[in-house]
């Protein structure tokens, strides 16, 4: 009889002992499912956020354009209407929570009988780093101009 035969096949069946109690053992299936779900989760969870935030930024920018349109249908302005509507225009802006902005544009149409105002903000999503994450959100609304 071989010596070598006997060692073997202790060997295949030990194996193939501990690899059935390896299958059968489930201490750390759940933190297999937590790594898996965990990212999706996260995605999911900034993804929502960020919607949020340039739906917000896209109310705030036309808020305030609606508000100096509005004002200038209503307040008598001199000479410098343009310049002082896009000061009202990007003072609204800052107090409806987009703090430093100061990029509003306003046309004074021909014969000083309408206004034009439009705000634009850049806006990138958290995962700024990806180049096409990145487009500019605008606010437009034209009116009449009180003179």
Known sequence: MNPVRPQAAALISNSSRK????????????????????????LFAFGLMDFGRLFWT???????????????ATVQYSGTAA??????????IQSLGLGNYNACAVTVNAGDTSVT????????????DMPDLSFSLTGTMSGPLQI
């Open 58 to 72: 896209q109310s705030v920018l036309q808020k305030g354009v609606d508000s100096t349109v509005r004002s200038a």
């Open 117 to 128: 105002v439009t705000a634009s903000q850049p806006f990138s999503f958290v995962a700024g």
């Open 83 to 92: 310049a002082t509507l896009r000061n009202t225009c990007n003072s609204r």
């Open 19 to 42: 690899a059935r109690a390896f299958i059968g053992d489930n201490r750390a299936a759940s933190a297999v499912e937590f790594a898996l779900i965990v990212p999706v989760f996260f």
